[in-house]
């Protein structure tokens, strides 16, 4: 009996110390979307990095990570992240939406297309970004660049 309370006072404590991380947790990604939002882009990267060592799943820290990124210019760093995003979940239609235009700016006709295509079966919140993609990369295509020459 005396070991079944030992038991159970240990179990509490471990469900309290639990509990504290996953608070910690969100605070970093809620606090980082803040910072974010304010435009700063250092301290928010610090507060999505750490969400991320809590939750290495956290769809959202890695995708305003890339976000960041974009905002320097980083495009290894971008595109890292961006894959991370759709590792996590491969129907990220705002993660398809940026690789696309990644993809397009570093003229990787082959991949832009791959993830055209994969946007237009998955679009729910960028839908409206569709003449945009196709746009640019008509600019892209092979046959636009022959015809410019």
Do not use: H, R
């Amino acid at each position: 009996m005396k070991k079944f309370f030992i038991l159970n006072k240990i179990f509490i404590v471990f469900l309290f110390l639990a509990s504290n991380g996953m608070a910690k947790e969100s605070n970093y990604l809620k606090e980082g979307i803040k910072l974010f939002n304010k435009k700063e882009f250092d301290k928010s990267k610090i507060l999505f990095e750490k969400d991320i060592v809590f939750d290495p799943k956290s769809e959202k820290s890695y995708l305003y990570l890339a976000k960041i990124f974009y905002e320097s210019d980083n495009d290894l760093e971008q595109e890292i992240n961006l894959e991370n995003v759709l590792l996590i979940n491969p129907q990220n239609d705002e993660a398809i939406y940026m690789l696309t235009l990644l993809k397009i700016k570093q003229s990787d006709y082959v991949k832009a297309k791959e993830l055209i295509d994969k946007f237009v079966l998955v679009c729910k919140n960028f839908c409206s970004k569709k003449n945009e993609i196709n746009e640019k990369f008509i600019k892209l295509s092979p046959e636009n660049a022959k015809a410019k020459d």
